[in-house]
């Protein structure tokens, strides 16, 4: 069992249309973090959560929305994508703030 | 806001031998963690080591330890021994001692390893 899961794998969508990432975790972990990787950036925090129906936005939050309406999922949707969002996208979790993450194994998304 | 800096976009190493990634980072905080992850070509995230910013004593995993210099913000990666296996893009991490707070990354460093 992985602990945590991300879906789907890969994703090729059309410029305006609304996309939904979604993360499970099976370890109750409190922190859940979404992240979008691109060359020359590293990861980028796009939203995270500290607790069912709490989040808060990250650096790269504009076009992105998150919701956490139970402790095992956080959803990532894009209301309208765009082409800039092309990325690969990363949820973590974290069980308390001096532990490191859990990373899902990813999510390829091209936006065309 | 802190930031985590790595200016070796790529390295390279012969297998055996020993090399360092670099990385600094800036924050005005007393209390935090510093990481390195290893992402493979499979795309999963590894975590490779840990390191307290309160403790002096820099923290080894097998044939990997760090040089944590607090004072200078400075935390690199040695290998020694180097492994195909090795091969991967390295990122460095801060995460601070603060509740409710994230990691940032750096931008990564490629390591290719030379048989």
């Known amino acids: 069992d992985a602990g945590i899961t991300q879906s789907p794998r890969h994703k090729v969508t059309e410029t305006g249309t609304p996309v939904t990432l979604r993360c499970h975790q099976t370890e109750n972990h409190r922190y859940m973090y979404w992240y979008r990787q691109d060359p020359g950036h590293g990861l980028r925090l796009i939203h995270y959560?500290?607790?069912?129906?709490?989040?808060d936005k990250g650096e790269v939050s504009d076009g992105y929305s998150v919701s956490r309406s139970k402790t095992e999922d956080f959803l990532l949707t894009l209301e309208s994508a765009t082409s800039s969002q092309t990325s690969v996208y990363f949820c973590?979790?974290?069980?308390?703030?001096?532990?490191?993450?859990?990373f899902g194994s990813g999510t390829r998304l091209t936006v065309v | 806001a802190q930031t985590v800096t790595q200016s070796q976009p790529e390295m390279s190493v012969q297998e055996a031998e020993t090399v360092t990634l670099s990385c600094t980072y800036d924050?005005?905080?007393?209390?935090?963690?510093l990481f390195w992850y290893k992402q493979p070509p499979s795309r999963q995230m590894i975590l490779v080591i840990r390191q307290e910013a309160y403790k002096q004593q820099n923290a080894t995993e097998n044939r990997f330890s760090v040089n944590f210099q607090k004072a200078a913000k400075s935390f690199s990666l040695k290998i020694s021994d180097s492994q195909l296996g090795d091969a991967a893009m390295y990122f460095c991490a801060y995460r601070s001692g603060l509740i409710n707070n994230d990691m940032r990354f750096g931008a990564g460093t490629r390591l290719t390893v030379k048989p």
């Open positions: 924050t005005s905080e007393s209390d935090y963690y």
């Open positions: 973590a979790i974290s069980e308390q703030v001096n532990y490191g993450y859990t």
């Open positions: 959560s500290y607790g069912v129906k709490d989040t």
